[in-house]
């Protein structure tokens, strides 16, 4: 089989598709296309009060682009909660690649200078495909994925992409929508320009609800 290629990755994306592996020790790459999408809506996303009362204390601190493999590789590892993921080497492979073309980026949460937690995902246009998270002290994704959402609205994304809808992302307010809608948000926000600004001071407020 041929190596997928990173521009290849791309137009799937573009297309409302992305590969999976079955498990993180498997080489081979699945596509899939849900019947549900899951998305997070930008303008209805809700954060938690007691996440709100976590990010004002100000104990964690955020980055974005700073560690990008290190989150792709944390977000992989197993955990007594998710012993497996789906997350293989060619994702890791793939994802640095599209890295390097300045397309992926990632978020970093520190507390003390440790990495604690983050997430990672794939910028088209104006729509933002989240691909995973990782959290090793509480509330660390959370918080990652409210930096996110604030970095999102700031840099004018339209589209935030989850792919499935869990429990931990139900609270912020992600819903399923079907195939043939997520189609038409997808192609709207591919044509609208925004900016996925690393290196902008955006406060976590800009998240808070519209």
Known sequence: MRPLTSDLLLRAYASGIFPMARSRDENRLYWIDPEQRGILPLDAFHIPRSLRRTLRSGRFEFCCDT???????????????????????????????????????????????????????????????????????????????VHLVARLRHGGFRLLDTQFVT????????????????????????????????????????????
Not at 173 to 188: F, N, T
Request: aromatic share 10%; net charge negative.
């Open 67 to 145: 560690a990008f493999e290190t989150v792709v590789r944390a977000c992989g590892e197993p955990t007594p909660d998710r012993p497996e993921t789906w997350i293989n080497e060619e994702i890791v492979r793939l994802f640095v690649e599209l890295f390097g073309l300045g397309l992926a980026h990632s978020v970093e949460v520190r507390l003390d200078g440790e990495l604690v937690g983050g997430l990672y995902g794939l910028a088209l246009g104006g729509a933002f495909f989240g691909e995973s998270m990782f959290s090793r002290r509480t509330d660390a994704s959370k918080a990652a994925l």
């Open 167 to 210: 429990d931990h992302l139900k609270q912020f307010g992600a819903v399923e929508i079907p195939r043939a809608d997520y189609q038409k948000r997808l192609a709207e926000a591919l044509d609208e320009p925004a900016r996925f600004d690393r290196d902008a001071m955006v406060p976590w407020e800009l998240a808070l609800d519209r």
